[in-house]
C-alpha cells in the first residue's frame, strides 16, 4: 500500500530531534509522499532543505498562512510569490482565514486569501485552505471571486453535511485527517456520505495526532490509523482507500 500525507509541517521544531527517523518511520507503515504547506517568511528555507533532501518524496507548496497575516502582508505576498520564479511549487498553500484566536485583522487576511487565490489561478495550481471559525467568510470571498478554475482542498475539514456538499458542488476535495479518529466526533457522519473519490488524508503534524495518540505529537506514520477509520466508515478495505487517496493527491497537486 501506498499513502500519501497531503499536509505534514515537518520542518516545524517538534522534529528538530528527530526529523529523520520520523520520515524513515512513515516510509516504513507505507506513506511516500508528504505535501509540506508554508507558513510565513520563518518556514521558507527549512521547507525547502527538506524537500531538497528528499526529492520526489517531499514536495513544497508556498503560501502566507492566515495566523501569519499582518499589517503588512502586502510585503509578506510579494516575497512568497516572488518565490514561484525560482521553484516548482505542488500548491499555493497553507492559505485561507482563521477567526479562532483573533478577528482584528479579518480584513487583511481576506484580501491574502483572494489574492493568493488568485495568483493559484494564474499559475494553474491548487490552493490548501486553511479554514478555522471561518466558513461564512470563506465562502463569501470564494464565491464574490466566482472563478471555476479555482481547485483544491479544504484542509483539516470538520464541518457539517451542508458544508461538505456545498465544498464538493464547487469542486474541492476534503482533506480528512486524525480528527475522524476521535471518540467525540461526528465527522464520521458526514464523511460517509462523501465520495473516496473527493478525499484526501493528512495529518497536520505535528497538530492533531489521531487516535489512540491524541494530545501527542502528530506523525507521518500515522497515515494508516486515518485510512483505516475511513475504511470502516465506508465498509471498504484500506488498501482501497490507500490507493484512492493517493490517486486523488496525484490528480489534485500533480506529481
Known amino acids: ?151 483544491g482542498v479544504f484542509h483539516c475539514f470538520t464541518g457539517n453535511h451542508e458544508q461538505a456538499a456545498e465544498i464538493l458542488d464547487m469542486g474541492f476535495y476534503l482533506g480528512i485527517g486524525g480528527v475522524l479518529t476521535f471518540k467525540n466526533t461526528k465527522l464520521g457522519n458526514v464523511i460517509k456520505d462523501v465520495p473516496l473519490e473527493k478525499i484526501v488524508l493528512e495529518t497536520d503534524a505535528p497538530y492533531l495526532a489521531p487516535h489512540p495518540y491524541r494530545g501527542k505529537r502528530n506523525e507521518s506514520s500515522y497515515i494508516p490509523l486515518i485510512a483505516r477509520k475511513l475504511a470502516d466508515i465506508n465498509r471498504t478495505d484500506i488498501e482501497i482507500v490507500a490507493e484512492k487517496t493517493t490517486t486523488n493527491a496525484k490528480q489534485l497537486f500533480g506529481f
Not at 511516500?32 to 517531499?58: K, R, T, V
Not at 495566523?67 to 505576498?77: C, H, K, R
Not at 484580501?111 to 493559484?120: P, T, Y
Open 1 to 151: 500500500m501506498i499513502f500519501t500525507d497531503t499536509h505534514t509541517h515537518l520542518y516545524a521544531e517538534e522534529f528538530d530531534h528527530d526529523r529523520e527517523e520520523v520520515i524513515k518511520n512513515a516510509f516504513q507503515k507505507g506513506v511516500q509522499y508528504f505535501l509540506l504547506p508554508n507558513i510565513d517568511e520563518s518556514s521558507i528555507n527549512p521547507l525547502h532543505a527538506l524537500c531538497n533532501q528528499w526529492p520526489g518524496h517531499i514536495l513544497p507548496m508556498m503560501g502566507l498562512h492566515p495566523t501569519s497575516v499582518t499589517q503588512d502582508f502586502e510585503s509578506q505576498l510579494q516575497q512568497i510569490f516572488d518565490l514561484f520564479n525560482n521553484r516548482k511549487y505542488h500548491a499555493v498553500g497553507e492559505i485561507g482565514i482563521d477567526l479562532y484566536w483573533d478577528t482584528s485583522l479579518e480584513q487583511e487576511q481576506r484580501i491574502a486569501f483572494i489574492q493568493q487565490c488568485k495568483n493559484a489561478i494564474e499559475m494553474d495550481l491548487p490552493v490548501a485552505i486553511h479554514m478555522r471559525n471561518s466558513y461564512e467568510a470563506i465562502m463569501e470571498e470564494l464565491k464574490k471571486l466566482n472563478d471555476s478554475r479555482l481547485r
